[in-house]
């Protein structure tokens, strides 16, 4: 770079002619190109849509009011004509004043109208190049567009093209990403796995159905609150229960409940999962591929994967089933839903292909998230375990008793029933979080794994390991544990080895990433003072 | 393991002198705000002043111990340590943390001086790297010192290659 851009919209200059990519910019305006012109008729259904959505009750209500059909369609009409042509224009400006560039030294993009916005991506600094494209965007052939760096901190390193043709954003996908080509074909490029109808049984088994099928229940009572039916809709309930038995009433109401969660999560898998696909390509990318309604593509170049996750969640590792997550630097994540959905590289799948996905995932041999033999914890982690379940447990047992014996005896029963049931979950969940525990080396990787409800398993390159972090309670430091946490620039920025036993856990850190923490540590034979 | 287990050593050097001074006053001031309020308004509204007074009283206690006791607590509990590999930061007592960042990957050093802190001629250093759970935090340390060590930190990690991740 010779000289900075000078501040006008109109700066096209300094593109190189001799650009390597001289040839794939034909375009006018040495490189500058503008998002899809058909975003002008995306908007303009979009905002009519939701015109309709409010027209449609706004009209009822004045029609009746009294108010003469013709004139409320004309009101109307004038409205919507008003909204969707604001709507249309306020886009018509954004889409004349967005620009944007791929140079061989930056990707760069210019847009706003009284604030003028310029970002610029060094091309090097691009780790990924993400595809989304919802059912309007689909259907005229065109896609949204997110490049982005691997900066961890804030949103501003995105470029957001939205949007452009399929094609051009393949073009701008294969192009960002495409990079020296080292070790192709080692582990072959082309499909790691693909789409299997007979995974949707997991679905219905994830913690996402239970918090649909109350979210029914929340929306049954909101609407007939709108229509005014509530009441009668509690009527209704009496005399469900009156006819049934209390128990028998509430066991209908739960499985009625527990099946519209089913549907639902059922539903919200086949959009999210459908046509999946995990493929690698030449020069080091992972691909994602998936969605019903809305496609989505994601990819992730290998040159920032850390590491695998192997995700249990209770229900569907009940079934012996298991998700992949990738630890990777840098994925799209304005917020945490898209992070979430960023980094997945496999749905609920059976656990053996799970760790089949994650060894040619990393380009192993044996996966290290099943290869690896843990080191179990101390019994003293299960003490605090079987602790910390009871207290969970006996907490609302507690209050129940206490406002029992002040109030009324039912709270009394109320508290031996959750008792008589929570004591036994806690306990369980407690053993087996500790049996859970466990960490461990395999070849380049740290491995560690805990959790009851959702049990995670990380394989951690031991070279993306940029540092530890040390914590001990005092009532760990009494029962001789540790938490271990090793910092990565990837994923959620540390994976942690819980309560692992003092002076092995320490020297598994420092057999993990030699020399880093060996010379702060002593041995010891007697317990010196926490601090001397 | 006949020579017993390993263990954290705990880093080389402590803070400044001059940290207790500070945190002394930081819950002084902390005390100071809600004692005044309340002694205000106890003086003026004269049927609630033993409603006012009385928490003053024990809020101007419990600022004044914890003013005399916790500093010089926390000043024996926090250590640090640089070495040429890495950055090493102990704190805390209930909740002991030790913290270790490697040279090579640490992206940006940052010396902060609040108004408090200027008085007292002391800064605080605070290391990141590319984990946004790996920054290490150095307080209460001398201007100088502070101001050579972000010096000699810089100088390291800017001739480390690479992106630190």
Redesign the interface.
């Known amino acids: 770079m010779s000289e900075p851009a000078p501040p006008s919209a109109e700066s096209t200059a300094e593109v190189p002619e001799s650009g390597p990519d001289k040839g794939a910019y034909g375009a006018p305006e040495e490189g500058w190109r503008s998002l899809d012109r058909r975003t002008l008729l995306v908007t303009a259904v979009v905002t009519a849509g939701v015109v309709l959505g409010a027209g449609v009750p706004t009209a009822v209500g004045m029609a009746g009011g009294g108010m003469p059909l013709g004139e409320v369609l004309a009101w109307l009409l004038a409205g919507a004509g008003l909204v969707i042509g604001a709507g249309t224009g306020g886009d018509y400006v954004r889409w004349r004043r967005t620009r944007y560039r791929v140079g061989p030294e930056r990707a760069e993009l210019h847009t706003g109208l009284f604030l003028l916005k310029r970002r610029s991506l060094a091309r090097e600094r691009i780790r990924s190049v993400d595809l989304t494209a919802n059912v309007l965007l689909r259907i005229l052939g065109l896609v949204k567009v997110r490049i982005g760096t691997?900066e961890?901190t804030g949103g501003e390193s995105t470029l957001e093209l939205d949007p452009v043709t399929r094609a051009e954003g393949e073009r701008l996908r294969r192009e960002l990403l495409a990079r020296a080509t080292e070790e192709a074909g080692a582990y072959g490029e082309g499909a790691l796995a693909a789409f299997d109808r007979k995974w949707i049984r997991y679905a219905p088994l994830s913690f996402l159905a239970p918090v649909l099928g109350a979210s029914a229940v929340g929306g049954v009572l909101q609407v007939s609150e709108w229509f005014g039916a509530q009441s009668r809709l509690f009527d209704w309930l009496g005399d469900f229960f009156r006819a049934t038995t209390v128990l028998g009433g509430s066991l209908i109401l739960l499985a009625g409940m527990g099946l519209a969660g089913a549907v639902g999560a059922l539903g919200l898998w086949v959009e999210m999962w459908w046509n999946y696909r995990l493929e690698r390509e030449a020069g080091g990318t992972l691909r994602v591929r998936r969605g019903l309604l809305t496609s989505r593509s994601v990819s992730i170049e290998e040159r920032?994967l850390r590491g695998v996750e192997v995700v249990e969640p209770l229900g569907v590792r009940m079934v012996g089933a298991a998700r992949v997550d990738a630890v990777a630097?840098g994925l799209a994540h304005e917020d945490e839903d898209e992070r979430t959905e960023a980094k997945a590289l496999l749905p609920a799948a059976p656990r053996t292909l799970a760790d089949t996905v994650a060894a040619r995932v990393l380009r192993e041999p044996v996966s290290p998230t099943r290869g690896a033999t843990l080191i179990p914890h101390p019994r003293a982690a299960r003490g605090r375990r079987l602790r910390w379940a009871l207290g969970y447990a006996l907490a609302p047992v507690a209050v129940l008793t206490v406002l029992g014996l002040l109030l009324t005896d039912v709270l009394l029963y109320v508290a031996a029933a959750g008792a008589v049931v929570l004591l036994p979950v806690a306990v369980l969940l407690a053993l087996d979080a500790y049996r859970n525990l466990g960490h461990g080396l395999s070849g380049r990787y740290l491995v560690t794994r805990s959790g009851t409800l959702a049990r995670t398993t990380v394989a951690l390159q031991r070279g993306?390991v940029?540092?530890?972090?040390?914590?001990?309670?005092?009532f760990q430091?009494r029962a001789g544990l540790l938490t271990l946490?090793a910092?990565?620039?990837?994923g959620?920025?540390?994976y942690s080895v819980h309560d692992a036993a003092?002076?092995?856990g320490?020297?598994f850190a420092?057999s993990a990433v030699p020399?880093?923490?060996a010379?702060?540590?002593?041995?010891?034979?007697?317990r010196?003072r926490?601090?001397? | 393991m006949s020579q017993g287990e390993w263990r954290l050593r705990p880093p080389r050097n402590t803070l400044d002198r001059r940290a207790i001074a500070w945190w002394r006053t930081q819950w002084l001031l902390w005390a100071a705000g809600p004692v005044f309020t309340l002694g205000l308004l106890g003086a003026l509204i004269a049927p609630a002043r033993f409603w006012l007074l009385g928490p003053a009283a024990l809020l101007a206690v419990l600022g004044l111990t914890c003013a005399a006791l916790i500093p010089r607590w926390w000043y024996a509990v926090h250590r640090w340590e640089v070495t040429d590999e890495a950055v090493y930061v102990r704190t805390g007592f209930f909740r002991q943390e030790w913290r270790i960042a490697p040279m090579s990957r640490i992206q940006t050093v940052d010396t902060v001086r609040g108004p408090l802190e200027q008085m007292f001629k002391l800064s605080s250093v605070t290391v990141t790297t590319a984990s946004a759970k790996g920054a290490v935090r150095m307080k209460g340390l001398p201007h100088e010192q502070a101001s050579q060590l972000a010096e000699q930190l810089t100088r390291i990690t800017q001739a480390t290659p690479g992106d630190a991740t």
């Open positions: 691997g961890q920032r630097t993306g940029i540092g530890w972090r040390v914590r001990q309670s005092v430091r946490t910092t990565t620039a990837a959620s920025g540390g003092e002076g092995e320490l020297a420092e020399g880093l923490l010379p702060f540590l002593v041995r010891s034979g007697t010196s926490p601090y001397g």
